[in-house]
Structures are given as structure tokens and as C-alpha cells.
Nanobody, 124 residues
Framework: VQLVESGGGLVQPGGSLRLSCAASGFTFSSYPMSWFRQTPGKEREFVAAITSNGGDTDYTNSVKGRFAISRDNAKSMVYLQMNSLKPEDTAVYYC??????????????????WGQGTQVTVSS
């Protein structure tokens, strides 16, 4: 199983970034996918999740209205469009996948597959 994130970088406050995640080695289209993030000294926190068919999403309150998760099952890709970025969005962002179940989840323990992470820095 591989989850490979890309698209991170340095952006000014108010700017936008689009993270991408390429998945392989498991039945991508069957399971929910999520994004988590982590800053130094803190636990990884849930950011966004999407159901297997893309029909339902969930977001942590701090990113609602600014971030959008999407997926392309034909390409085994999941995306996170991040708009109106704030300095507090600075973190390593991880693409995360489940190997069972269909429901959206914010709990780390429910996710079997983790990418290596991509750094997002929001600073002027």
C-alpha cells in the first residue's frame, strides 16, 4: 500500500494550495479517505474526510468553508483544496485511508494507511 502526497509548500496568508494524494495497493474506491495534519508537539488532528463514492464529506470546524476534499476513483486520487489559508493551517498534512468500513470517521485508530506527509507553511 502506498499513499503519496504532493502539492505542499510555502504560501502567504489568504492564499491557496491544492494537495494531491496518489493511492495504490488497495481497493481505493471501496473506502473512505481523509486528511489529517500535525504540528510539532501536537497530536495529529482530523481535517477532512470523504466517503468512498464522494457523496458525503466531513470537516473539522476550523476549515469549514475554506477547504474542500474530493476524490477521483478512476485515478485513485484524493485532493484537498485549501483556500483562504491562515498561519494556523501550517502543518504537515497526511493522506489517510481505511481498509474496512464505509462510514466517515475522525478517529486516527480507524485508519490503516498513512502517507509520508507534505509540509504546508502559511507565512508572509
Amino acid at each position: 500500500v502506498q499513499l503519496v502526497e504532493s502539492g505542499g509548500g510555502l504560501v502567504q496568508p489568504g492564499g491557496s494550495l491544492r494537495l494531491s494524494c496518489a493511492a495504490s495497493g488497495f481497493t481505493f474506491s471501496s473506502y473512505p479517505m481523509s486528511w489529517f495534519r500535525q504540528t510539532p508537539g501536537k497530536e495529529r488532528e482530523f481535517v477532512a474526510a470523504i466517503t468512498s463514492n464522494g457523496g458525503d464529506t466531513d470537516y473539522t470546524n476550523s476549515v469549514k468553508g475554506r477547504f474542500a476534499i474530493s476524490r477521483d476513483n478512476a485515478k485513485s486520487m484524493v485532493y484537498l483544496q485549501m483556500n483562504s489559508l491562515k498561519p494556523e493551517d501550517t502543518a504537515v498534512y497526511y493522506c489517510v485511508g481505511r481498509d474496512r468500513g464505509w462510514a466517515l470517521s475522525r478517529a486516527r485508530v480507524n485508519y490503516a494507511y498513512w502517507g509520508q506527509g507534505t509540509q504546508v507553511t502559511v507565512s508572509s
